[in-house]
């Protein structure tokens, strides 16, 4: 995928998602601005990170192609369609992964911590996620799956998810018989207990029936995790399951801690901890201002060919996404309090004659 597409892509899921934001909100479904800001800028740290990560993994596939072990399979229909059926049982393995293995839990809770569903929760992405995912679809192309297969069918498989996770759809009948459909997909993000480690599949709802990982939407279900996490920043929140990781080998010896990096999130202890002292304070203004920044910077550094103009937008598109968070540290809080008070000390001082 071009970067071009993908400056067209971003602007489209937003738009999309701002329609849904409007009717959720005119129908009384759950949707607040902080949640909704946590997401956002969680998608767009995923892309910017995402921009190199896209290169290396690109260069991962191509170097694949060089230890192939078997002739790549000839450029044709049945082949594109076997490609696109072996990419969606690669994205359901490591799925199962991300939920099963606590070293990759770590990295896939970010999209699960929203207790709200909509297409925000789409954004809520780790990039390390995506480059796990491209080394494993890189396999493919050793066994002689043709490269642009295996990439174009990554990308249908990704945009296909992007409307499961919606409120507005829940089944398309028929074709939820063997496809993902929202609500297969709810049943996946929710924390009900008969829910958990259900549904894993992109696509096909086909794995999990084979392999015994389905489960029916019968109950409401209770959306996000079944610890909730009090982090509401994007950088405390993809951190600090990793601090539990690494304080394990501290409290319980070397042995057990790398035991525990491969078991299951369930046999971590219930401690959340914070990596960095923040906090966060939406604003409707900053998250318009931040995303129009982000998105005009993004444009500007894939297409920077000046090392300067390359560091002062990726700062500039860093600054975006925290205003979009609204993160702010102590020290932040202390001097807004001070300016505040100084201008209505200085507006009152006025107002006296």
């Keep these: 995928m071009s ?3 993908m400056f067209i892509i971003v602007p489209i899921g937003l738009g999309l998602f701002a329609l849904e934001f409007y009717f959720l909100f005119k129908r009384g479904h759950k ?39 078997i002739p790549e399979m000839p450029l044709h229909a049945l082949t594109f369609i076997i490609s696109f059926l072996a990419v969606d049982l690669i ?13 990759m839990w770590g ?14 929760v789409n954004f809520a992405l780790s990039p390390l996620g995506f480059m796990i995912r491209s080394f494993m679809y890189s396999f493919l192309v050793v066994i002689g ?16 998810q992007y409307y499961l996770h919606t409120e507005f759809i829940h089944a398309i009948p028929f074709l939820d018989r063997f496809l993902v459909m929202p609500a297969h997909h709810k049943v996946h993000h929710a924390s009900n207990k008969e829910y958990l480690d259900k549904n894993y599949g992109g696509v096909f709802i086909i794995w999990d029936k084979l392999f015994g990982t389905f489960a029916p939407l019968v109950a409401n279900p209770k959306y996000g995790l079944t610890t909730p996490i009090p982090h509401k920043d994007f950088i405390n929140l993809q951190l600090f399951f990793f601090k539990k990781l690494l304080k394990n080998f501290k409290e319980f010896g070397w042995q057990r801690g790398l035991l525990l990096l491969f078991k299951g ?9 914070k990596v960095f002292n923040l906090t966060t304070k ?14 005009i910077c993004y444009r500007i550094m894939v297409e920077a060919d000046s090392l300067p103009v390359l560091i002062s937008v990726c700062m500039m598109n860093l600054a975006a996404i925290m205003i979009i968070n609204g993160i702010k540290t102590p020290k932040t809080e202390v001097r807004w309090r001070f300016i505040r008070r100084r201008v209505h000390s200085l507006y009152q001082s006025a107002r006296i004659p």
């Design 31 to 69: 949707i607040t601005l902080d949640q909704t800001a946590l997401n956002i800028s969680l998608g767009f740290f995923d892309r910017f990170i995402g921009l190199y990560l896209t290169e290396r993994s690109l260069v991962l596939v191509h170097e694949a192609l060089n230890y192939a072990v």
């Design 282 to 295: 939406v604003r409707i203004w900053k998250l318009g201002i931040g995303v129009l920044i982000y998105v």
């Design 91 to 103: 994205w359901y393995l490591f799925h199962v992964l991300g939920h099963r293995v606590s070293l």
């Design 265 to 273: 999130p369930e046999y971590q202890t219930s401690e959340v901890t």
């Design 3 to 5: 970067f071009g597409f």
């Design 145 to 160: 799956f043709p490269l642009e297969y295996v990439v174009m069918s990554s990308y249908l498989n990704a945009f296909y």
């Design 107 to 120: 990295i896939h809770l970010v999209h699960h911590q929203s207790d709200e569903y909509n297409l925000s």
